[in-house]
């Protein structure tokens, strides 16, 4: 397994739209192994595949809390079928804006379908922090960013504390 590089905004590759997934092959699998080291170490509670660079559908997540033992989810082609009318705000992080956080508003409950590691189809009926996750990191597969989901003013603020992170990065 490897540790791989997350791409952080304003990186224009976050707003790309990922393809599905043709093929699970070890590719596929190895990738999802890499990326689960890479969240858990971040630390985060879910990522997609776009970033780490790879413009796939592809999504881990795990949301287990300590002391439970990790319970990590490997989501290909997810989907959300079906969402509750109930919404709530949450606050929430990303592992492509470090250091920002925001209260979104989303849906409470989900349903995703989705294929699994072996290619089986399989439904997830998530509430609570797992579906947040869920709906989070699904927009990352359309281009959608946390900051879609907030006030202008506030987008502004969170872009231009990216940059000035960049920046600073780059002269380091
Ligand atoms: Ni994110």
Avoid at 1 to 26: E, F, G, H, N
Wanted: include cysteine; glycine fraction near 4%.
């Amino acid at each position: 397994m490897a540790l791989l590089p997350i791409i952080t905004a304003p990186d224009p590759r976050l707003r790309k739209t990922s393809q599905p997934v043709q093929t699970i092959d070890d590719s596929v699998h190895t990738l999802m192994a890499d990326m689960l080291e890479t969240m858990y170490a971040a630390p985060g509670v879910g990522l997609s595949a776009i970033q780490v660079g790879v413009a796939q559908r592809i999504v881990v997540i795990d949301t287990a809390k300590d002391p439970d033992p990790p319970a990590p989810l490997r989501l290909i082609n997810p989907e959300i079928i079906w969402r509750a009318e109930e919404a709530g705000p949450f606050e929430e992080g990303c592992l492509s804006f470090p250091d920002q956080f925001e209260e979104v508003e989303r849906s409470a409950a989900v349903h995703v379908q989705y294929l699994d590691a072996s290619g089986e189809s399989r439904v997830i009926e998530a509430e609570g922090l797992q579906a947040i996750a869920l709906q989070h990191e699904i927009d990352h597969l359309d281009g959608v960013l946390l900051v879609d989901h907030v006030s202008t003013i506030k987008r502004n603020i969170i872009m231009r504390r990216m940059k000035k992170l960049q920046r600073m990065q780059a002269a380091e």
